[in-house]
């Protein structure tokens, strides 16, 4: 989760800034979507409650499309892309392509975030059995003391449970 009007660093110097309005979240319903979380104009990304990641990189994809195509074009081309979206017999917002760019955006994030988590869960199984492996080449068997012992197999039942 990201804070309350927090400064998020951005590659080439650009500084997106992320406002939390609660405020906002009856207003954004009458104005411009029922159910809103959060709207990118340029740089700013206002919401009316904290972002997860994945929310965060999809509104993150809203800024590079305003930084690529500039203020002027981006607005032209989002309405554009609307209609589009509503004469092709879809829906306006859900259709528009850069909606569709920026959800691809967040499942991206979704998937790294996955990943991650899986690759720091094999490090700290790995790291546990290295540090077992470390323990029983100096001795230092799973009961502790100072004295080295025999540690059974698993399933070895004639020496007793550890």
Known sequence: ?????????????????????????????????????????????????????????????????????????????????SLNARLGGGDWYADNAFEREAREAGARERVAREAGARQAGAREAGARETAACERNARGVTARGGDSPREIPARGDTSRGRI
Do not use: K, N
């Not at 009856?26 to 411009?32: C, E, K």
């Not at 929310?55 to 309405?79: D, I, K, N, S």
């Open 1 to 81: 989760m990201f804070d309350r009007g927090a400064r998020l660093g951005r590659p080439r110097g650009t500084v997106v800034h992320l406002r939390v309005r609660p405020a906002l979240r009856r207003v954004g319903s009458r104005l411009l979507l029922r159910d809103w979380l959060a709207i990118t104009i340029g740089t700013t990304i206002v919401s009316w409650r904290r972002l997860d990641a994945r929310e965060l990189a999809h509104e993150l994809e809203h800024t590079r499309q305003w930084r690529r195509l500039g203020p002027l074009r981006f607005v032209a081309c989002y309405v554009l892309a």
